[in-house]
């Protein structure tokens, strides 16, 4: 089965600065999906990621799949409070299903 | 928009009850259903995939017996756990898809069993 990386796993930075959660795939990836989550709430869905060098921008989130297309890398530019959470990548398996990392705990301090 | 409605979002119950979750696909019809659980800490695990009207797939591990899935009809798929324990609570989630297009996630639930 696919296995997905996160990196780091877990994340404290000042409001305002940037920074990079990463996701590595043991696979190619077929398609991959950046959620975020509040523990215990459910999913927020960010991006969806399918070909190789995508990439897509909402807000001050960025995201981007490799051409190589086994890594994806989400950035958020000048970090507010707001971002904090956990935020997960997920990729489809050919029943599409989703595996998912085991999360970036992402806490954005004053 | 297309949104799977999933409820109850918190639920409590005494240990040896049984509890059933229920996810409704609201403006599109969920031909397959999966539930996932999240245990404290830990990422969203995949227990099982349900197609509407045939007998749902378990991952490894899973207790069909336990958790009984019922697909029955394109809109409502639920989730019953039987004779609850308290390491089932978790968060419990469904997300449904039709054919090969955008899935969406219910809420979740949370499940507490004293």
């Known amino acids: 089965s696919q296995e997905l990386e996160q990196s780091p796993q877990s994340l404290i930075v000042q409001e305002g600065k940037n920074l990079t959660i990463n996701c590595t795939s043991s696979k190619t990836l077929y398609g991959l999906y950046w959620y975020k989550q509040k523990y215990g709430e459910g999913l927020i869905f960010l991006m969806m990621l399918q070909k190789g060098g995508e990439e897509k921008s909402h807000e001050k989130i960025t995201a981007k799949l490799d051409e190589k297309k086994q890594q994806s890398s989400l950035h958020i530019t000048a970090s507010q409070p707001s971002h904090a959470g956990i935020y997960l990548c997920g990729a489809e398996d050919s029943g599409y299903a989703l595996n998912f990392g085991k999360g970036t705990s992402l806490l954005v301090t004053p | 928009g297309a949104v799977v409605s999933q409820h109850p979002s918190r639920v409590i119950c005494k240990s040896g009850t049984s509890v059933k979750i229920e996810c409704r696909s609201l403006d599109f019809q969920a031909t397959t259903m999966f539930w996932y659980r999240q245990f404290p800490k830990q990422s969203l695990m995949l227990m099982a995939t349900?197609?509407?009207?045939?007998?749902?797939?378990?991952e490894q591990g899973v207790e069909k017996d336990k958790f009984l899935i019922n697909h029955a009809s394109l809109t409502l798929s639920t989730l019953t756990v039987t004779s609850a324990h308290p390491e089932d609570s978790s968060f419990y989630i469904c997300r449904g898809i039709h054919g090969n297009t955008e899935a969406f996630f219910g809420q979740g639930t949370r499940l507490t069993v004293v």
């Open positions: 349900s197609n509407e009207g045939s007998k749902a797939t378990y």
